[in-house]
């Protein structure tokens, strides 16, 4: 347990589907991070958002929204989403964002399909 | 561009030692974390070195050498548990990580 939850674990859905990615820390951190990791690729950075507030946004297509409505939950919203957006959506957090060496700790990820 | 190399896939013998390297062209260098991820788990902080030179975490070291733009991990005593991807990730002057796409390490009997 690394204190961060994702649900739901696995997802599958069509390209015409709306559904939602849920994060919640419970570390009484101030960033937290989405990224997608697809099979034998680097892990790619998607959204930070610190203090509730975005501050990147990694070229993202439109079809990934993101939402952070407190400091501890993150969503990610998911719609009209193509094949090749199938993998393994992780989100992270780390006390702050910005300073050297500041650890991320990760949830144990939602793995989605896309039909 | 900015890059980290780390070999595909290794293997290594219960009981053994085993070393992964990590190779990084980055903007900037703010620290260089390695992180351990088993099959459908969330990855998990194994060590953050940002002087050269290495780090002792019982049966995990990481060394860090900044002039050549290198890392390794080296596993002790290799147990079964230990087979998992090792992710190498650096931190850039702009505070993002830029990762590696991870060592798969099979641990044989």
């Known amino acids: 347990e690394t204190g961060v939850t994702q649900t739901p674990r696995h997802l599958v859905m069509g390209m015409t589907n709306k559904k939602s990615l849920k994060c919640e820390q419970h570390l009484g951190h101030n960033a937290m991070y989405w990224y997608k990791q697809s099979a034998k690729k680097p892990l790619e950075l998607m959204f930070v958002?610190?203090?509730?507030?975005?501050?990147e946004n990694n070229s993202v297509p439109s079809r990934f929204s993101p939402e952070c409505p407190n400091s501890s939950h993150l969503f990610l919203h998911l719609h009209t989403l193509q094949p090749e957006d199938s993998a393994l959506y992780l989100c992270a957090s780390s006390q702050d964002r910005g300073g050297g060496g500041e650890t991320q700790y990760f949830g144990p990820g939602t793995r989605l399909l896309v039909l | 561009g900015q890059n980290i190399d780390q070999p595909t896939e290794m293997t290594a013998t219960e009981g053994a030692i085993v070393q992964i390297n990590c190779t990084y062209q980055?903007?900037?260098?703010?620290?260089l974390f390695w992180y351990q991820q088993h099959a459908g788990e969330a990855p998990t902080f194994l060590s953050y070195n940002v002087l050269d030179g290495l780090e002792e975490k019982g049966r995990f070291s990481s060394f860090l050498s900044r002039s050549k733009g290198y890392s390794y991990l080296l596993l002790k005593e290799l147990q079964m548990k230990d087979s998992a991807s090792y992710l190498c990730?650096?931190?850039?002057?702009?505070?993002?990580?830029?990762w590696g796409a991870g060592t798969k390490l099979i641990i044989k009997p």
């Open positions: 980055t903007s900037g260098f703010n620290g």
């Open positions: 990730a650096v931190m850039d002057s702009n505070y993002q990580l830029i």
């Open positions: 958002y610190n203090f509730k507030e975005q501050t």
